[in-house]
């Protein structure tokens, strides 16, 4: 009996499991997790992900300004965040360990390539001693793995370069993890095929390190077990596993579908927004027309026309950039023509961090125009919702006549999720007509339940009517100075903004309805505000969740849900933007927990707060 036979692996059924993959920006992580990903996904489970890319785009090979992460959980369970810390740290080489060893917790697997533990990128980030020698990683389960020298072995033969043998050690990494949690590599391989179809030495390179690293899990003597994370019980159907902007730039797809017009976007590249641009060139075929301008405010421009001529007028940025398309943001309020704003945040100010997520636009969309100038704003709160939320910006920007916002953020953006392929023919039309009859046109006269006045496209005999920036006259749309028609035209636009409160839906409550503390979020916090609920719930606490995805306006019952609570607590990824707005308009003293770090809210950290809260109430009630 030979030793491999010898050997057993004990086999652990585990609920969830978060591994991060860390190392230089040029070492693949991101690929790497996103097949780990795709994998989980066909396998079954819920999945969550946090890829986390460095914001210098040239930083230095091994230093901590060049890290780049990708996190992932999956789980037998329904989950609804990438988890708070890692069960399993993939480092590559020693700025990704610094980088992300603290948040590592003790017991924690930590599998390094030792090989990148030279003098060399030791020094660059500060480390006096090799760490993996040193005792100082001894609370971890070390796993210091040759990965750069086994790889170059399993890739003799091949004519490679040694730059080229070195980027496939990512795929050496992957093949581990695979093997380690018994997931198949048959999609990863066919994707490989597939990706370098023309380049068949690079595609057998980067196949040979996806086997030698499962291999080397499979027949070497360091790891005792091996762990199975069972399918979740999803709800029957069709998945994908997709990230936000896939979701947004699909759901702006189906939106042109279903309102029968063709879809135009116009945009300036900026992270992190510029992968819907990415995804929305690649229909064509939908009639969609994408437009690289050559700044922020001829996009912005191009896309007002496009609305004016009958299209799905649309433009894409981040808060940068919605900062130079404020004043044509305000044209098209003026005008008072369909067109969609999206936000993809990032944090800030100015510059800022440009991969970091952040959710601090709120108050710039809703007020960053000069003059009151409202328009309507809707936020999802994860990767998939970015869907249905795309098209219920177009809906409301149709039946409104209206520009709206869609505020999505990095968090959402680049995380991904398994999200249930929706019928088709469940989708309702959102379809609304041009006006074509010239008896009884008036450019500005108003439908008397949205108050939304009529879209005449040009060279539709009859319907010739003025457009621009100067305010017009009431239901005529002459050019007016009059002080007292400039009233009532603000009105008139602040009136049909409110009145969409009558047509979205209330405001619902994860819990009960009445309680001692409401946990009240927006955009991406909801899946940390959510799972601490869960877990304050489970320990007794009256303790419920209200996530908004209308902003302006909110829902009509927003006011009687918040005061049927003792105590309301707001987390926000900004400095109480929520909370301004809340405290303001309901006179609602609520608690804001503020954190501006560039990075999601962890579960902890609300629970944390949320039991600081409830024990004040406590004391209070004796």
Known sequence: MTAVEERKTTERQLERVTIRFAGDSGDGMQLTGTQFTRTAAVFGNDISTYPDFPAEIRAPAGSLPGVSGFQLSFSSTEIHTPGDEP???????PAALKANIADLPSGGALVVNEDAFTPANLGKVGYTANPLIDGSLSKYNLFSIPVSTLNVRALQGLELTNKQMDLTKNFFALGLMFWLYERSMDATLAWIDEKFSKRPVIAEGNKRALKAGYNFGETTEIFHERYIVPPAHLKPGRYRNITGNEA??????????????PLFYGSYPITPASDILHQLAGYKNFGVKTFQAEDEIAA?????????????????????GVALKSEALGLAVMVELPLVLIDVQRAGPSTGMPTKTEQADL?????????DSPIPIVAPATPGECFQYAIEAWRLALKYM????FLSDAFLATGAEPWPIPDPDTLQSIAVPNRTEKAGFYPYLRDPETLARPWAVPGTPGLEHRIGGLEKADVLGNVSYDPDNHHTMQMLRQ???????ADIPPLEVHGAPEGDLLILGWGSTYGAIRSAVERLRARGETVSHAHLRHLNPFPANTESVLRSFRRVLIPEL???????LVRSRYLIDAVG???????????VEIEAEANRLLAELKVAAT
């Not at 069960?87 to 080489?93: C, F, G, I, P, S």
């Not at 009136?495 to 409160?501: E, P, R």
């Not at 503020?594 to 579960?603: C, D, E, L, Y």
């Open 363 to 371: 108050l710039q969309v809703m007020f960053g125009r000069n003059s």
């Open 87 to 93: 069960d399993v740290l993939v480092a590559m080489n």
């Open 495 to 501: 009136a049909k903004v409110a009145g969409i409160a």
């Open 402 to 405: 209206t520009p709206v916002a």
């Open 593 to 603: 927990y503020n954190r501006v770090r560039g990075k999601p809210f962890r579960i």
């Open 300 to 320: 912005i421009g191009a896309a007002i026309g496009a609305s004016y001529g009958g299209a799905l007028g649309m433009t894409g940025t981040s808060g940068p």
């Open 248 to 261: 947004a730039a699909l759901g702006f797809v189906a939106a042109s579908q279903l309102a029968e017009r």
């Open 574 to 580: 900004n400095l109480g933007q929520l909370l301004m």
